[in-house]
Structure formats: C-alpha cells, structure tokens
C-alpha cells in the first residue's frame, strides 16, 4: 500500500480533498484484505512447519495461532496505514520527497508494530484458552466475517481494483520465501552455540530491506513520470544489467544506489554499539566479528539493489506495476539473503575459533 500511495502522491493523484479521501479509503480496504488473507495463510504454513518436524497437532493451539495472526495482521496494518498516510501528506506539504521518508519508516515501523501486537495479542488470547475456548474462533470468524466488505470497498476504487485481482501473487510468494529465510534462522539459533545470531537478524534484515524498498520505489517513481508500464522500452531493459551501469553510471538512480550502499556501513555500526552497550545476545563484539558482519551486511545490500535494478525495469518492461510487485519480493530476498549470509558467517565464525556465547546471560 505504501508504495501505491508513494506513486499518486508522486503524480498528483491525491492533491485535493476528495482525491486524497478516495485513494485512502480504497488502499485502506485493499491493505485490510491482503493483512486478513495473508495472516490466515502465515498460520496455516506456521503450523504445518512445526507439525511436520514434530509429528503432533493440537487444534486449539492451530485455531490460537490463527487467531493471532490474523488479528495482529489486521490491526498491524491498520495502524500503518495510518501512520503513513499522516507521513506522506506531511512530506508533500513540506516539500519533502516521500519516497526517501515513507519507505523506510513504514519498513521499520512495520516490524516493530508487528512484533509488539503479536506478543501481547498472543498472550491474551492463550490466556483466555483453557477457561473461554470460544474466543480464539470467535476472533478468527470476526475478522473473516470483514473480508466481504473490504472487498467491496477496494472494487470501487479503479486504482485499487486491479491490484485487488493481481497483486496476490507477490504478497504470496514473498511470504513464501520469507519462510525458507525463518527456517534457516530456526535451524541456526536452535544450537545454542549460535543463538547470537537471533539479536543480530533482524537488524540486518530490517537494514536490507529498508535501502532496497527505497531503491525500488525511487526507481518506480521515475519510470512513472514517463509514462505507464511498458510504454517507454527505451528505459525498460529485459535484460540484466551491468553491475556498472548500476552502481557507477552517472544516472539518478545510480547515484541513489551508491549513496545507499555507502549508508550500510556507519548504520550497521551505531545498531552494532547499541547491542554491545546493552549487552545484548550471546555474542561479543570483536573486531573479526565486525569484518565478518560487515562483509555480510554489505555484500546483502550490493545484491539487492543489483536486483532491484534488474527487476523494476523487467517488471515495467513487462507491462507489470514495480510499486506492487517489486518491494514484497525484494523485501522477502532481503530477509532469504541477510538471514542466510548471517547464518555463514556464524558457522564460519565458529570454525576458526571465535566461540564466545555466554555475552548477557
């Protein structure tokens, strides 16, 4: 939704009153559909993923993390939307390019939204099991019940009807591959000797998927302004880029690629300080685990905003929309790649001999 509104904010679409009404009532109930479905189906692989390895199922902890999940998806999202409706009409009256501000907020506030909700929907709702059984399908029918009328809200909206038929497939596979990358996690951080690894993982995800949303939204934006997707092929190669021409070329979104890139290292480094001052993980801080960090947190980002170019134009070239197509599957590779390289460097880590494990027990 952010990246749709990104883009009529961008082309004028939401400068008067009744404009900037229908446009957020349309990517409200767009937004609450896609958090419904998606929350349902997050529960589903969630219990198939921990039934298949344990070989039991318990119904009432299956309908409780539904429960959880499609509630926390629900209110997570509408109080993003919010927020970021607030954050991109605040940005256009001060003359402040939305794309730079709004993606990497709503990156950020998502995650931390997200986990706050879950924790404490989860918990009232596993308190209430054992005396009042009937919540946790209660809640699940209620906001199953909604579907309908989100539906018909977003149908009404032209800008948002046909991403209501069309944009399920990346929210879908997006997930998909954001689940490989929480099973590496699972699989690492269950040895105790690399349960250092789940205080570092969200920050270099959270990091990753950050630049790269603002690199593929700044990269739509300007595909936009010359017209609809695939109308200008002269701007949307098929083909892969060069990594030169992405990085070093003198075009606005190289530029905008190189000073992102150049960003990674000094934010890793005050995310990296704050850990060690609180004294945070199982893991300390050595200069050998910074390189090892680093050189993964860097090497993470250099994919994805090689991708990011890839894939916005082959997109556009293909007459699909980058804004909602683009940022959940690089959001998703952010999370694969990051979790996966971490999960390296840890075991490589280990190996050589820097096995330190018992930092803020």
């Not at 298949?52 to 119904?59: Q, T």
């Not at 939204?217 to 010359?226: E, K, N």
């Not at 910074?290 to 050189?295: A, Q």
Request: charged share 10%.
């Amino acid at each position: 939704m952010v990246s749709h509104l990104l883009l009529q904010a961008n082309i004028g679409q939401m400068d008067t009153p009744k404009e900037l009404w229908k446009m957020v009532t349309g990517n409200m109930a767009l937004i609450q559909v896609q958090a419904t479905v998606v929350g349902f189906l997050a529960s589903i692989a969630a219990v198939v993923f921990g039934w298949i390895p344990d070989g039991h199922f318990s119904l009432d902890h299956a309908v409780l993390l539904c429960a959880s999940s499609v509630a926390t998806a629900f209110i997570a999202s509408l109080v993003l939307g919010m927020i970021m409706i607030g954050v991109i009409i605040g940005s256009r009256k001060m003359g402040i390019n939305p794309d730079n501000v709004a993606t990497p907020i709503a990156a950020s506030l998502g995650d931390l939204i997200t986990l706050a909700l879950l924790s404490g929907i989860s918990w009232g709702l596993y308190k209430e099991l054992g005396s009042k059984p009937y919540v946790n399908p209660l809640v699940c029918a209620i906001f199953i019940s909604l579907l309908p009328l989100w539906i018909v809200v977003a149908k009404r909206n032209s800008a948002t009807r046909e991403v209501l038929y069309s944009g399920w497939e990346p929210v879908i596979i997006a997930m998909a591959i954001s689940s490989v990358g929480g099973l590496i996690l699972d699989r690492t951080v269950s040895d105790p000797n690399f349960a250092g690894m789940a205080v570092f993982t969200p920050v270099i995800n959270g990091v990753g998927g950050n630049l790269v949303a603002v690199q593929a939204s700044r990269i739509s934006t300007y595909l936009h302004m010359s017209g609809e997707p695939g109308d200008s092929p002269g701007t949307a190669p098929r083909k892969c880029p060069s990594p030169c021409s992405t990085f070093f070329s003198s075009g606005v979104n190289s530029r905008s690629a190189r000073v992102l890139f150049l960003l990674v290292m000094p934010g890793h480094l005050v995310f990296l300080f704050t850990i060690s001052s609180m004294q945070g993980g199982h893991t300390t801080i050595t200069p050998i685990f910074i390189m090892f960090y680093m050189t993964a947190a860097l090497l993470q980002v250099l994919i994805l905003l090689y991708i990011a170019d890839w894939m916005v134009h082959w997109m556009w070239g293909r007459h699909l929309d980058p804004d909602n197509f683009s940022i959940p599957y690089l959001t998703a590779l952010g999370d694969l790649i990051g979790t996966g390289l971490l999960a390296l460097s840890f075991h490589v880590l280990w190996l050589i001999g820097d096995r330190d494990s018992d930092v803020g027990d």
